[in-house]
């Protein structure tokens, strides 16, 4: 089944504690993104990558990484998670002919205290 | 900066034809596209404009107007499982994209 995934699907964290969101998608498809989503400002786009090493930032990048070192696996990275971070985060992906048609995991819902 | 504007909340009944608007002002655009969210799950891919004019996908259509920044999106013989929220989102660059803040969308019997 073509489907992208996320992992975890929900988690509470502490101020200041790294942690990991890892995406992956089983299409091949060139094209990765992290959204966050919260309540009246729709999604937000945090980064992308069009690429294998391939990474530039979105509209909120700040307080966020990624890496992209295989084509399937997109992880996003919250180095010092501050209480502004709590969100719904989705990953998408989309192939290079299409790439509008995002395809959006099944989101990642993370609570810092 | 970046903004797209859409209304808040629509509310029409079964079998009505209802249009979602979305205005747009960016620093770039690529093309309009349309999303589908309900509660509690994944936005799913609805339509896309590139060019003007308009798309039909089955009882969706879009239509976009770059000269104007508008687009909208129509929905026609609606049911209840259309009761979502709809979200509209620019192409900017590369694979940058700007989402509105959505539209929610009741369908009443």
């Known amino acids: 089944e073509a489907q992208v995934t996320q992992n975890p699907r929900y988690l509470i964290t502490v101020t200041g504690k790294k942690l990991t969101v890892t995406c992956s998608q089983n299409?091949?498809?060139?094209?990765m993104s992290w959204y966050r989503q919260d309540p009246g400002l729709g999604l937000r786009q945090i980064y992308y990558?069009?690429?294998?090493?391939?990474?530039d930032k979105g509209d909120v990048p700040e307080g966020y990484k990624v890496s992209r070192k295989e084509k399937r696996n997109f992880p996003l990275i919250l180095e010092s998670p501050s209480p502004n971070q709590t969100s719904l985060y989705f990953c998408?992906?989309?192939?290079?002919?299409?790439?509008?048609?995002?395809?959006f995991g099944p989101g990642t819902r993370l609570t810092v205290t | 900066g970046q903004s797209l504007e859409q209304p808040s909340e629509v509310t029409a009944v079964e079998g009505a034809i209802v249009q979602i608007n979305c205005t747009y002002q960016t620093s770039g655009f690529y093309g309009l596209s349309w999303y589908q969210q309900h509660d509690g799950g994944a936005p799913t891919f609805l339509s896309y404009?590139?060019?003007?004019g308009l798309e039909e996908t089955g009882r969706f259509s879009s239509f976009l107007s770059r000269s104007d920044s508008y687009g909208y999106l129509l929905l026609q013989e609606l049911q209840m499982k259309d009761s979502a929220s709809y979200f509209c989102a620019v192409k900017v660059n590369g694979q940058n994209f700007v989402f509105g803040p959505g539209t929610r969308l009741s369908v009443l019997p």
């Open positions: 404009n590139a060019l003007d």
């Open positions: 990558s069009m690429n294998v090493e391939v990474t």
């Open positions: 299409m091949n498809h060139e094209y």
């Open positions: 998408a992906s989309s192939n290079g002919g299409s790439p509008y048609e995002q395809y």
